[in-house]
Nanobody
């Protein structure tokens, strides 16, 4: 049984930081492409960042230089360090197991964690 469980969301002021975590089980994590998506109210879900077990990463232009995706293969955990947060980063953030680092088809989703950035 596959489980992706996110944590670390919350309310933060603009300019602040948050670190999201995703605990994965039931998948071959080391060899999986993993990523973070987000969905703001009234908008489509979008890929924020993704990485491979070997450390290759892909970022949305809107978060480059502010967000960093990382993982701990031994602990089957995925992280998203979010710095210099902006109100437009407000969304539900989802951990996902992807087919490719560019996004596209998603094999599994987490339940999501809310991130709210106040101005």
């Amino acid at each position: 049984q596959v489980q992706l469980v996110e944590s670390g969301g919350g309310l933060v002021q603009a300019g602040g930081s948050l670190r999201l975590s995703c605990a994965a089980s039931g998948i071959n994590f080391r060899f999986s492409v993993m990523g973070w998506y987000r969905q703001a109210p009234g908008k489509q879900r979008e890929l924020v960042a993704a990485n491979t077990g070997g450390g290759f990463a892909n970022y949305a232009d809107s978060v480059k230089g502010r967000f960093t995706i990382s993982r701990d293969n031994a602990k089957t955990s995925l992280f998203l360090q979010m710095n210099s947060l902006k109100p437009e980063d407000t969304a539900v953030y989802y951990c996902a197991k992807l087919r490719t680092i560019q996004g596209g088809e998603v094999d599994y989703w987490g339940q999501g964690t809310q991130v709210t950035v106040s101005s």
